[in-house]
């Protein structure tokens, strides 16, 4: 029975996304009793005193307009009607409209356990309290006012003692700890009364549990029955935890846990008819839903019961059903037909607990080394010898691999422990070694305690070197930064700013609220992009595309078309999931623009391209400008102490990212000329590494 046992209870239910039916536990609208009487069956009535002005009755004050239960009672004491219900499951909810005459006296529903006397320790549930407040366990829910019917609905976790509250059909209040002793036993509404005489209350009540609670509570306290030797009341529950509707997959799954039990049960009490019943019961479910293992081994056990019983040839379907069912279990390796089972039903366990592929051959070929005994037997029994031959010999193979596979596991583990134990026994040796040479020779120890310096002096070394090391990466990210932050200074440069500020304001002096829109949206996002990238250390590809593509935009308006320009970007790049430095190509196009199309006479032309190369992105910046020897005597002329601040900054800061870089950025400017050493523009390439 044990073994039984052992096989139903290390499934684990994994039920977190499936939505199961209610069962009712109770339920009254108390539309069926005469007004002005109380429902003595099955509620109790219970107070705090013996004053005859307290009452409980059936009143037509509903929130239907009918009758609903109404509690009032004299000042200082409190009024109760209790449902008994027995045995709790683990998760439970009671629901159910509650009207106070005043909002300043208490009333409650909820849970209770009528044998503690402590007020607060008694009871699981929500209450409308003295100060205008819904509360529960003393934490405030929100406000309320006398004469108003509230919903208020309760899920208890009896196991972890939690409360989950809703007032209206919203969640107020989520895993509220309950002040608890012992267990609750009953369902309970109540008043408790503080200052003046006051009545509370109560209509459309409910307490209910989901269908897969209500099977697991009466198939494990069926396990702890059985457990305890309380068979009879065992198989009362476990039956009934069989009666529940199989809505789903998981809960028909869950559903054979208990059938396994029984035929344990079953076995334990000799009760041969019913054992084989609820054996093929589940070796049928088993087998149709492809749970291979369990099939196998319900079809084996099948064949031995009878076996035993002298049913050969029922015996041998089932041994030669057994046989069939674990070549496909070897053949797939696995204990399931469908890889979904890992994921949909309860008894995959392989997601949480992962057996080694050692122990789950071993498995399998015990079972099949059993199924080829058991036929071996049969045959031989009926004398037919081939048959028998045969068997025994698909016996001996079984287990001669099962040998095999046990023998390389031993091995394999007995090897590790080899090797553990032998550096073990080195450490020994050494330390022996040492021992007597401390003992035989002082002038050793002395070298020994010269070697423990050296080794402390090591040790301090490397501990400066880290450290240095470590101040000397964050002087360089202090570095980095500041040279982004003076980059950013640099692009968002006060007459660039003015110029695009003063083309948005003629376009809307002209009227022309389309184009400003469209600029002032660029211009925007190019502020934020540049913004963004000034405090990243890597951006996405996508992002410096646009960035890049902003910019060039704006410059096109201000200078009302003096260029075009053209991104390329190769098809092996995908930008959205590429990495990169920020900002290192946009100060090389602003000196296309700047510098080498601003002087020329027609229109340029810039060329934008990013090439895959191994593990680097290839950018390059062309343009067909005056050149960059042309550009630096009209600049010179124009303002002799100029500095390209924005290159200059680029640099560096390339120089201090490759410090950090295994794979270095490089960087090549050039000048491009025809045969007669005209010039006829400037590329400019950079080699930069990506990551992922």
Known sequence: MRKCLLISTIQIPLFASLVFSQEILFQDDFESYTAGTFPSNPWIMRWDGNDSSSQII??????????????????????AAIVFLPNIPFTIYCEGFVMAERNYFITLLGFYNPEVATW??????????????????????????????????????????????????????????????????????????????????????????????????????GIYLDLNGETDSAKILIRKALTYPEVNKGLNAESYLPVSMLHCIYDSEGDFDSIAIYKQKALNWYHQHGYLFLATYM??????????KNKLNVAE??????????????????????????????????????????????????????????????????QRSSEALHYYIAFSNARDTLYHLQRNREEYELKIKGD?????????????????????????????????????????????????????KLRNEQQNLLLQQKLFRSQMNPHFIFNSLTS??????????????????????????????????YVRLQEEISTIENYLELQKIRFQNKFDYTIDVDKAIHPENMLIPPMLAQPFIENSIEHGIKHKKSKGNIYIRFVLKNSSIFFEVE?????????????????KEHKSLATAITME???????????????????????????????????IPWIA
Not at 187 to 201: D, L
Not at 421 to 447: C, T, V
Not at 654 to 680: E, F, M, T, Y
Request: net charge positive; proline share 1%; charged share 25%.
């Open 58 to 79: 059936v009143n037509n004050e509903s929130v239907s307009g009918t009758q609903s239960l109404k509690l009032e009672g004299a000042p200082g004491w409190s009024a």
């Open 120 to 221: 607060g320790q008694q009871y699981a549930g929500v209450n409308t309290s003295i100060n205008g407040t819904i509360g529960c366990e003393g934490q405030v829910l929100q406000s309320c006012e006398g004469s108003k019917w509230y919903h208020i609905k309760i899920k208890y976790r009896s196991h972890s003692d939690l409360c989950d509250v809703w007032v209206d059909g919203v969640l107020k209040g989520i895993n509220i700890a309950c002040e608890k002793t012992g267990d609750y036993n009953s369902f309970q509404i109540a008043t408790r009364f503080e200052g003046s005489y006051t009545r509370a209350w109560f209509d459309d009540i409910k307490v209910y549990a989901d269908s897969l609670t209500m099977m697991l509570h009466y198939f494990f306290n």
């Open 299 to 308: 079809s084996n056990d099948l064949g031995l019961f009878y076996f035993r």
């Open 317 to 382: 379907k089932y041994y030669q059903q057994s046989e069939t069912i674990a070549m496909e279990m070897i053949s797939k390796n696995l204990w399931y037909r469908h890889d979904s089972l890992l994921n949909i039903i309860s008894l995959g366990t392989d997601l949480i607990y992962p057996l080694h592929p050692w122990h789950l051959k071993e498995l399998i070929w015990i079972l099949g080394k059993s199924t080829y005994n058991g036929l071996y037997k049969i045959n031989a029994a009926k």
């Open 420 to 472: 553990v134990m032998e550096k073990l026994r080195n450490q020994e040796d050494i330390f022996d070694f040492r021992e007597q040479i401390y003992f035989r020779d002082y002038k050793l120890k002395q070298s020994v305690y010269f070697l423990v310096g050296l080794g402390i002096i090591v040790i301090l070394v490397v501990l400066l070197a880290f450290v240095f090391i470590r101040q000397n």
């Open 504 to 537: 948005i304001q003629n376009f809307i002096l002209e009227e022309d609220s389309d184009r400003a829109s469209k600029y002032l949206s660029r211009f925007s996002k190019l502020i934020r992009n540049i913004l963004e990238s000034s405090v990243e250390e």
């Open 623 to 639: 343009d067909d400008g005056i050149g960059r020897e042309k550009a630096k005597e009209i600049l010179y002329q124009q303002n």
């Open 653 to 687: 800061r390339i120089r201090v990212l490759n410090r950090k870089l295994k794979q270095k950025i490089r960087l090549h400017i050039q000048d491009v000329k025809d045969s007669a050493n005209k010039p006829l523009g400037t590329k400019v390439q950079m080699e």
